[in-house]
């Protein structure tokens, strides 16, 4: 075995901290051939193919370490961590436990363990371990802010706010604090200072993908009549259909304006082209445009607060001929007419297999419960698998009664169509219930407990979507209850409706 150069572990850890993982990974594999049992080597490999979410050679290389070194504390760390990204929580913990035993003066086990007990949605506990992690190191920056984050879901807002701070005055540059200020600000409707901290996604440790840095960025809003402004949507499909109500006002003020979109939404942002030139691809000279802004930036240059939202709905519509064509295919009934989308499908986000977004879908046999509500035809809007399948599969056993609309919805143009034909849309927090807000149409939206930052916190409106009704789960995971409270809802909107005159 060859002595590594002192200097070697120090250049593979700033290339890991720099984001540079395929130099970092091609230093340990050189490494690795003239030390293939060197632990240390081993061990970083496996800490580059967690960050590159390949979790399931993560745990092969952590394993190899563990033989070689079976004292290895943060080895049984990092095991934990990536047995946590895997959904493995229970042998995540005990994994926590042996490194914590055998390396107890090492606060970032602490800390781990805590995240990992935050995931369950076990979060009294989960302070208990980020505050031994704190006594261990009162300077450990993460701790603090990740207890903040514990504290939020107990809701404890203004100590959660408290951690923050705390993390950002030991350390200013760490931009994870700032992101979690952001969030928990737009949340409560704080929006001067919530916009200002939401730039942080940026740089955060899981950063949003800037685009177009050979563009000069727009700064504000003055000035800008006849300039030549790229916007481009930077995040999802729900996003860009909430977000483009913005695009009319750079317009009003005498920007020239290209609106770059993803191609899936091109049909159903139609409206929006008399004030923009309306794209989903695009090359350009550098010179051809005088500023450029992500969408979610223009909240902040307009310096949007929560009495300022712009909310002229509708601000998008359906194609008439197709809303036609498509009435025809809505059976005739005295009942009224409710779609229903309970999944928004899931990410792909690691190479084996892992899923993550399960939390804001609900299952079918769960959803299916609303069949029991009278005077209700319900239709299925849902797009996308395993949802999509599972209907065709189970609809039978599991709600007969609801009609499967998925054959004739191509893209969001027949989506819009179809929401025009109901009564009232009922939908988990996906793109389709932005369409429906989006649309002015009644729209009550089935909200997860860690709720996306949009809906804001305690509320079951909407300043975005006039028409939109919130429905919050109180505890997390709970959706039984929500569906409960949905049922006696539309029982009386139901009742309201057919006897109306």
Known sequence: MNQLDPNFFQNVLNCINDKDLVQAEDLLLWALNTNPKDADVLRLLSVVAALKFDFRAALDLIDQVLVLTPQNGVAYSNKGNILKELGQYEEALKNYDIAIQLMPGYAETYNNKANALQDLHRYEESIIWYDKAIAINPQYVEAFCNKGNALEWLGRHQEAMSYFDRATALNPQYVDAYWQKGL?????????????????????????????????????????????????????????????????????????????????????????????????????????????????????????????????????????????????????????????IWSGGFRLLYSDGYLAGYRRNIELDLIAKLQEIQGVDFYSLQKGDPAESELKSRKDELWPGIINCSYLIKDFSDTAALIECMDLIISVDTSTAHLAGALGKPVWILNRYDSCWRWLRGRTDSPWYPTAKIYHQKQPGNWDEVIERVKIDLSEYAQRKTTAP
Request: a neutral charge; glycine letters at 6%; charged letters at 20%.
């Open 184 to 340: 928990s600000q737009l949340a409560s409707g704080n929006f001067e200072l919530g916009w200002q901290n939401y730039e942080a996604r940026w740089t955060k440790s899981n950063p949003v993908k800037f685009e177009y840095l050979e563009i000069p960025r727009l700064r504000g809003t003055e000035g800008i009549a006849g300039k030549k402004i790229l916007i481009w949507a930077e995040q999802g499909l729900g996003d860009t259909i909430q977000f483009c109500r913005y695009i009319e006002l750079l317009c009003r003020l005498g920007a020239k304006i290209t609106f770059l979109v993803p191609d899936a939404l091109l049909n159903i942002l139609s409206p929006i082209q008399k004030f923009c030139d309306l794209r989903s691809n695009l090359v350009f000279q550098v010179n051809e445009f005088d500023f450029q802004s992500p969408l979610l930036s223009l909240p902040l240059l307009f310096g949007t607060t929560l009495d300022s939202v712009p909310c002229d709905i509708p601000y998008l519509n359906a194609e008439e001929e197709k809303r036609k064509i498509l009435q025809s295919q809505i059976l005739p009934s005295s009942n009224i007419k409710v779609g229903v």
